[in-house]
T-cell receptor
Framework: QQQVKQSPQSLIVQKGGISIINCAYE??????FPWYQQFPGKGPALLIA?????SEKKEGRFTISFNKSAKQFSLHIMDSQPGDSATYFC?????????????FGKGTLLTVNP | SQTIHQWPATLVQPVGSPLSLECTVE??????LYWYRQAAGRGLQLLFY??????ISSEVPQNLSASRPQDRQFILSSKKLLLSDSGFYLC?????????????FGPGTRLTVL
């Protein structure tokens, strides 16, 4: 019940294209859904996050779409650039006593070709 | 502003040797602290978390232990390293008490056990 399933495992996109990464969760108590970006040899950094009171959040080229009824959320990277090449992790938390723990997806390795 | 430090950055240790990794946070008080392990090409596995000095919760059984001797210091230890302990160790912190679950990661320690 604490799983977050992320797909695809890897993704190759051409420069200027749209990158889409999907996540699904099971625990309906989750109420915070962040996306992290990790470059090789570095710690993950928060990219964008959403709460279930909105269906979409946009920050620059990055957009989270959230579907509460389907228990799914996705990251869209518009006009993908080679500098976006990194591993992306979705995560979720919530549910009273364990709301300080994040449950992470297994990650998506994004490669943006020039 | 808040800063999180980890050291050492890289470490090569023989099997059976002890381990001590340190994490410190600056610019905040009474943070929640976390230790994660990331195997090569894999996701983030939560090892330990702490909501206060001396309060440690373990997420997975292993030969590792954690301690929090000071408010903003978190230490990961082992008495005898195994080959399977190799990986990228990440420390993270979040605000306590929780208003959201955003976690901030350190730069990580790359551990190789030979």
């Amino acid at each position: 019940q604490q799983q977050v399933k992320q797909s695809p495992q890897s993704l190759i996109v051409q420069k200027g294209g749209i990158s889409i990464i999907n996540c699904a969760y099971e625990n309906t108590a989750f109420d915070y859904f962040p996306w992290y970006q990790q470059f090789p040899g570095k710690g993950p950094a928060l990219l964008i996050a959403i709460r279930p009171d909105v269906s979409e959040k946009k920050e620059g080229r990055f957009t989270i779409s959230f579907n509460k009824s389907a228990k799914q959320f996705s990251l869209h990277i518009m006009d993908s650039q080679p500098g976006d090449s990194a591993t992306y992790f979705c995560a979720a938390s919530g549910g009273g006593g364990s709301n300080y723990k994040l449950t992470f997806g297994k990650g998506t390795l994004l490669t943006v070709n020039p | 502003s808040q800063t999180i430090h980890q050291w050492p950055a890289t470490l090569v240790q023989p099997v059976g040797s002890p381990l001590s990794l340190e994490c410190t946070v600056e610019g905040t008080s009474n943070p929640n602290l976390y230790w994660y392990r990331q195997a090569a090409g894999r996701g983030l596995q939560l090892l330990f978390y702490s909501v206060g000095i001396g309060q440690i919760s373990s997420e997975v059984p292993q030969n590792l232990s954690a301690s929090r001797p000071q408010d903003r210091q978190f230490i990961l230890s082992s008495k005898k390293l195994l080959l399977s302990d190799s990986g990228f160790y990440l420390c993270a912190w979040s605000v306590n008490p929780i208003s959201n679950s955003e976690q901030f990661f350190g730069p990580g320690t790359r551990l190789t056990v030979l």
